[in-house]
């Protein structure tokens, strides 16, 4: 192999001046006159990457006039015309287009083509963008998307128009043709010379905090940026620098800055990978990844690379590749923080590393290019700003100080938000160095915001002050950054002091406070919730710390406090000893247990009991209520003096208090697994069923039974327009798509979408969200069918006021219930408020006076149940053929298994007991459907994606996959409910046409290397892909929130091992090929492909979905923290 050849001498290479008398045009035309042969570009000709080649200046400069020419011919139309670009192409090929688009006299806006249509809408309207450069991917998906959105929104009027970007034979056509001599006509120049002040190219933020905020380049700040030391300092380098930049992003503000004005200002080539417009223009371009990316980097011969620092992490670990890295000259990274254990191992190992620091409000402003003889290797995390940059560093009272960029003749930043001073506030906090001057590390924010593992952000200061007003509190400061749940410090004012080394006054005062931390915990998001056990009281010999004024300096305390606060965490979340304070029973009997259990309730429930007999759900416990509480059996378990029950404490599992919600089952539980009883080794079949049957028969009362004659079950034809449908749940995801289909039909007059009430957003607004959120057209919900109604359907006339409820009661033809608790971990208790409510509904179904109408039947009443309802159904695994019947079973004892199923069962049977036309629909597991392939990141089929980017590897699994995308069940259930045939009691609605496991999973794999830039994942068995699973869960910091944040699967170990047993057997057994993968039971769906056309026409799932799913997850930042 041989490597690329730079013999350009440059010693003899003209620099153009970067004192502002050129401008970036006119620097193009410089070296083209006076650099023509030096490399501007380089790249791999072939495949294998054995030979390479170069773009020369000249050769740059007229592939942007052909770029000019391609784009506007003859400069026609106004000068200054904003043009979008949101195109994956070569990042050869955009930085000709940008630099194109500006000799043509257009502003240039480059955009990430993984922003959302909303914020590409968002950004083209605020500059007044008409126009986009886009690639056919990109048009035929993102760009089909921003134009539904322009038409739903209020600037439906705008005009847009997408042009094609320019293909690389017309741009470089010696690359196609191998035609060195191509020539081409010069550009016509424009009508003036640009201001300085005009804006050259619009920047887009990284949107982390909303919407992607557009930042106007102009021609002064553009050239300002080549002043800095990413450009100006690499001449002076001893050594010819050839830049390795082929891993960033040609849109983002460090691509622009280093592959357009690097080349440009500091004439050093710059390292592409491969254009994959060499083969065809519709293949995509190369997605680095730590394998491809440092065996280009060998192949290339670059002597210094700039990349993000995951590659560095992943790097680290392999001594070749560290080999490969010491060899460079000076490795930049930049985009984010490297750990500090990856930089000191990189760093001893002999490798250069420099950080480079900057934004887009002001460019990399940082030293990044190494003095060799001053600058130590060990000091790779600091920073250097130039004097060229006017700074200032604000105090922040703890040793740090905040940057502010400030506005002078050497240097402008594009943004000012200084109200004292012209210049920019960085928000970024540093530390100085402590013996070196000049030196500085960016330590944090100057912003007060927890941020939450969950990435949900909690804001301190009313909770804060809500607890100040508590009389016996002199301090409080919040925490919870990267945790899950938010703390309180507290510090006692004088009289109220205590020991914090005796529990006993440690409850007393969390006591006395409690009522105060209640009201602030009353107008705070549910997250940010503070529980009694997270009060962490201050020691009187360790006050909080305090500004002059006397003001409480949170940082410093936390600081000050940091040893205890993770205690805290470590005890409460770990159970390390959580519920020792509580002496254990005299015995382990019922009665003896209860009492027990209750106190331990008191600790975590404002000190109140719960009713022995009611599903600790309806009392107000949530999933960390049933946390603590189980935390605190087995902390007491775990420190019992009987070494027999320390061991017990272990078969207590995650989900124990769901299992057993009331302090009744809950004692027996517990009592069963103190005598070494299966306590949870098998399901007591006989007392579910009993307890479904019970509430089937509670509120089954006043009904006319199975056996009674049904009204007509037919859908009697209605004339145009006058269906009046009642949908609950319809805010959320299947919902939405009921409600989109329902408003869209002309032969529905009205449509009434019920929604519990919500918290401090109109229901309006939320199901503008949910409508959003899925890419559906929002437009439509200002349609005169739509009625937007609140209510609660446990309660009576479903909690609305009378008029409101006879209005409906005396139009309503169908009756679609959507709404249900969706908690997998609950027992069927739990799940009887929604029960109660269906049957509200029903009442309602029954009364209806448009179901007295001659000629129009019954209110037809549609179920969105679940495949849940059959979750104890069996079959023989060598039985291809056998599936779930659609019909209801022999009992209900199908449907044994968790809560969530057992209440479907229950209301699927109270639905036949009703009389009333009627079809429930077992639904399956949905999967993202149309537009966006939209589906939920807290499903267990994204959880393992995400895990598995996190763990390298994805699993593979024998079988079928039957899941049906959202907007197909929501059009099936809608052929259903307005069909002419009788209506079967059960359907089944999973996908009619299975797709292999592998089938989805690859493309999964190839998108995964395109959106998260990392290396195509391998695929493995399921069985191994879980060994590596288990290997982590007993990893010391497998409980640590970041760790469980990161491999989501985690807290799924349980579920995802049976999967992987599952799969075993599959693979183990013959004839499997048509059988679901992974375990899942299959269902017959032929009542449902007679009755649904589009269960009849549905398409199996492709690539293509798969692909859209992965672009969906990307979208909302799953895979921000594997």
Not at 152 to 162: E, F, L, Q, W
Not at 301 to 329: A, C, D, T
Not at 531 to 550: H, Y
Request: charge should be negative; hydrophobic fraction near 40%; glycine fraction near 6%.
């Amino acid at each position: 192999m041989t490597g690329p050849s730079y013999s350009s001498n440059h010693a003899s290479l003209h620099y153009p001046p970067n004192d502002g008398s050129l401008n970036h045009p006119e620097v193009l035309e410089f070296n083209a006159k006076h650099n023509p042969d030096a490399p501007f570009f380089i790249f791999a000709r072939d495949v294998e990457g054995n030979e390479f080649a170069t773009i020369t200046h000249r050769e740059f400069r007229d592939g942007c006039h052909r770029v000019a020419h391609a784009l506007r011919p003859g400069r026609e139309g106004p000068e200054g015309q904003v043009f979008s670009i949101i195109a994956n192409s070569d990042s050869i090929l955009y930085q000709t287009y940008v630099m194109g688009m500006i000799l043509a006299g257009f502003v240039p806006y480059p955009m990430s083509p993984r922003n959302s249509a909303r914020a590409v809408v968002s950004m083209m309207t605020k500059v007044s963008s008409h126009h986009i450069l886009a690639t056919p991917d990109v048009a035929s998906t993102l760009i089909r998307d921003v134009k539904r959105e322009l038409e739903a929104s209020s600037t439906s009027n705008y005009p847009i128009h997408v042009v094609n970007t320019p293909r690389l034979d017309l741009v470089y056509p010696q690359l196609v043709a191998k035609d060195a001599s191509a020539s081409v006509e010069d550009y016509p120049s424009a009508p003036h010379r640009p201001a300085p002040s005009d804006v050259m190219l619009y920047l887009h933020s990284s949107g982390s905090t909303g919407h992607p905020k557009s930042i106007p380049q102009t021609y002064q700040t553009s050239l300002d940026w080549a002043r800095l030391p990413f450009a100006h300092d690499m001449p002076n380098y001893p050594t010819y620098l050839r830049i390795g930049a082929m891993s960033l992003p040609p849109f983002h503000t460090l691509g622009l800055s280093i592959q357009l004005y690097t080349p440009m200002f500091a004439l050093r080539p710059v390292v592409h990978f491969r254009p994959s417009a060499l083969d065809s223009t519709a293949t995509l371009p190369v997605a680095p990844n730590a394998e491809n990316l440092i065996e280009y980097i060998k192949k290339s011969k670059v002597n210094m690379i700039i990349v993000v620092p995951s590659f560095l992490e992943q790097w680290s670990n392999e001594p070749k590749q560290i080999e490969i890295l010491k060899g460079l000259e000076f490795v930049v990274y930049s985009g984010g923080p490297l750990s500090i254990k990856c930089g000191d191992a990189l760093a001893a190992q002999g490798v250069r590393i420099v950080p480079l620091y900057g934004g887009t409000e002001f460019g990399g402003v940082s030293c990044c290019v190494p003095n060799p003889r001053t600058d130590a290797r060990e000091d790779w995390v600091w920073i250097r700003i130039p004097e060229i940059v006017k700074t200032r560093w604000v105090p922040q009272g703890d040793d740090t100080y905040e940057l502010q960029i400030l506005t002078s003749e050497s240097f402008r930043p594009s943004v000012e938000n200084i109200p004292d001073v012209r210049g920019y506030a960085t928000s970024d906090v540093f530390e100085k160095h402590p013996t070196k001057e000049g030196l500085w590390r960016i330590v944090g924010r100057a912003d007060d915001v927890i941020i939450l593992s969950t990435g949900e952000k909690t804001v301190p200061v009313p909770m804060e002050g809500a607890i100040l007003a508590q009389p016996a509190v002199a301090g409080v400061v919040l925490f919870g950054r990267e945790r899950t749940q938010v703390g309180a410090l507290v510090e006692p004012r004088q009289g109220y002091k205590v020991d914090v080394n005796d529990p006993a006054q440690i409850a007393k005062f969390r006591n006395l406070i409690w009522p105060a931390v209640e009201e602030a915990n009353k107008d705070a998001p549910t997250f940010s919730r503070i529980f009694k056990e997270m009060v962490l009281v201050t020691s009187p010999d360790k006050p909080m710390l305090r500004a002059a004024k006397g003001t409480v300096n949170k940082k410093a305390t936390i600081k000050l406090y940091q040893s205890e606060i993770d205690q805290l965490y470590d005890t409460v979340l770990a159970s390390a000893s959580a519920g020792t304070d509580v002496p254990l029973p005299e015995s382990w009997t019922p009665d003896a247990v209860e009492p027990w259990l209750q106190t331990h309730i008191t600790h975590i429930n404002n000190d109140k009991k719960a009713d022995p007999g009611v599903d600790f759900f309806a009392q107000g416990f949530d999933s960390l209520s049933a946390t603590f509480l189980r935390n605190r059996i087995v902390g007491s378990l775990k420190h019992a003096d009987d070494p027999e029950l320390r061991e017990r404490s272990e078969k207590i599992s995650q989900n124990f208090i769901f299992a057993y919600p009331t302090v009744h089952q809950l004692a027996r539980a517990v009592c069963a697994i103190v005598k070494g009883e299966s306590g949870e080794a098998a399901i007591d079949v006989a007392r579910h069923v009993e307890a479904m049957e019970a509430m089937i028969k509670k509120y089954s009362v006043g009904l006319p039974g199975a056996g009674a004659k049904a009204a007509p079950n037919g859908h009697v034809a209605m004339p145009k327009g006058a269906s009046v449908v009642l949908l609950t749940g319809s805010t959320g995801a299947l919902g939405s798509e009921l409600l989109a289909g329902l408003l869209a039909r002309d032969d529905v007059q009205t449509v009434y979408a019920f929604n519990r009430p919500g918290k401090g957003q109109s229901l309006l607004e939320r199901q503008s969200a949910a409508f959003e959120s899925r890419g559906l057209d929002s437009k439509i919900l200002k349609s005169d069918k739509l009625v937007l109604i609140e209510g609660d359907a446990e309660q009576e006339n479903l909690g609305l006021p009378d008029d409101i409820y006879e209005k409906i009661r005396s139009s309503v033809t169908h009756i679609i219930h959507n709404a249900w608790r969706v908690n997998f971990n609950l027992a069927l208790s739990s799940f009887e408020p929604q029960v109660h409510g269906s049957r509200n509904l029903i009442d309602l179904a029954r009364t209806a006076q448009s179901g007295q109408v001659p000629g129009r039947g019954s209110v037809r009443f549609m179920f969105a149940s679940s495949i849940a309802s059959a979750q104890n159904w069996s079959r023989d695994l060598h039985d291809a053929v056998s599936r779930v019947p659609e019909d209801l079973g022999p009992n209900v004892e199908w449907a044994v298994g968790n809560g969530y199923g057992e209440g479907k069962e229950v209301t699927q049977r109270i639905l036949v007991q009703s009389g009333l036309p009627s079809t429930s629909f077992r639904i399956g597991q949905m999967s993202g459907g149309l537009p966006r392939g939209a589906w939920s990141t807290t499903e267990w089929f994204p959880i393992i994606v995400k895990s598995s980017v996190s763990m390298g590897m994805l699993p593979d699994a024998k079988g079928l996959t039957t899941w049906l995308p959202m907007d197909a069940a929501a059009r099936a259930m809608l052929d259903v409910t307005f069909s002419a045939n009788e209506l079967p009691k059960i359907l089944n609605l999973v996908h009619p046409r299975g797709t292999p496991w592998s089938k989805l999973i690859e493309p999964i794999s190839e998108a995964l290397a395109r959106v998260n830039q990392g290396k195509k994942l391998p695929l493995v068995p399921f069985a191994d892909w879980f060994a590596e699973l288990e290997r982590l869960s007993q990893a010391p910091n497998a409980g640590d929130e970041a760790e469980i944040q990161r491999v989501p699967a985690l807290k799924l170990l349980d579920f995802m091992r049976g999967l992987a047993r599952a799969d075993i057997a599959m693979r183990e057994a013959q004839d499997t090929d048509e059988l679901e993968a992974v375990g899942f039971q299959p269902f017959a769906t032929a009542k449902a492909q007679e009755v649904s056309e589009t269960m009849r026409t549905l398409e199996p799932l492709t690539a293509r979905d798969a692909l859209r799913w992965v672009e969906y997850w990307d979208s909302v930042g799953m895979f921000a923290s594997a």
